[in-house]
């Protein structure tokens, strides 16, 4: 069973569109988190949720908004898409203590055309 | 401001031989501190973490790692490298607490080499 899923795998797309990619965890963790990587494999957190609820907003555009429907999902939708948003977009969850570690979703690689 | 470096981009090592990837961290505090490997199209995965006790911890995969307090170090060990090793190491700290943000170093690719 795999523990941190995320769909779809690839996303290919042109700027201006709006997409989302969905996350699921099967762990029973109460953290999940958005992060992004760059082509340089650079990974910058972009958000965080504890228990559907808000915990970390780094500095991202307004045009990306992550939704927590229950706390086994984390969703990111992102609206008029941008050349500069071409990444790896990871999915991760943990327990919620800063002494667990995180567990990875594969990834969804975002290219806009 | 918490940052974390990993002063190599990419370390190469002979298959057998010992390899070392290093990890510095300016967190204040006693930090959590934790070592993932990507590998490619795949998500990072979990290695090993220091918490407390004992510097040197030992981890998945034959690897273990080296925490100096005064070094403010973390640095990531094997004894025999495997040409399989070779991957992107992230280095990660975390402040105690809940919810805490994690913040990840810039990643040392790995070659092994047979």
């Known amino acids: 069973d795999t523990a941190v899923s995320q769909t779809p795998k690839y996303l290919v797309t042109q700027m201006g569109n709006d997409k989302s990619i969905k996350c699921e965890q099967n762990l029973g963790h109460d953290t999940m988190y958005w992060y992004k990587q760059d082509s340089k494999k650079f990974l910058k957190i972009m958000f965080s949720?504890?228990?559907?609820?808000?915990?970390i907003n780094e500095t991202v555009p307004n045009r990306f908004s992550p939704k927590s429907p229950d706390k086994a999902h984390l969703n990111l939708h992102i609206n008029s898409l941008e050349l500069g948003d071409s990444a790896v977009y990871f999915c991760?969850?943990?327990?919620?203590?800063?002494?667990?570690?995180?567990?990875f979703g594969d990834g969804t690689r975002l290219s806009i055309l | 401001a918490q940052s974390v470096a990993q002063p190599e981009d990419q370390v190469n090592v002979a298959e057998g031989n010992p390899l070392t990837v290093k990890c510095t961290y300016s967190v204040s505090g006693n930090p959590y501190l934790f070592w993932y490997v990507q590998y490619p199209n795949r998500g990072l995965q979990f290695l090993l973490k220091?918490?407390?006790?004992?510097?040197l911890v030992k981890g998945s995969y034959g690897f273990e790692a080296e925490f100096n307090k005064s070094q403010t170090s973390f640095h990531l060990k094997k004894p025999s490298a495997l040409v399989s090793d070779s991957a992107l190491y992230f280095c990660?700290?975390?402040?105690?607490?809940?919810?805490?943000?994690?913040?990840f170093g810039p990643g040392t690719r790995l070659s092994v080499l047979p």
């Open positions: 949720y504890n228990n559907k609820e808000l915990i």
């Open positions: 990660a700290v975390s402040p105690p607490g809940y919810g805490q943000n994690f913040v």
């Open positions: 991760a969850s943990s327990p919620g203590n800063s002494n667990q570690p995180q567990h």
């Open positions: 220091y918490i407390t006790g004992d510097n």
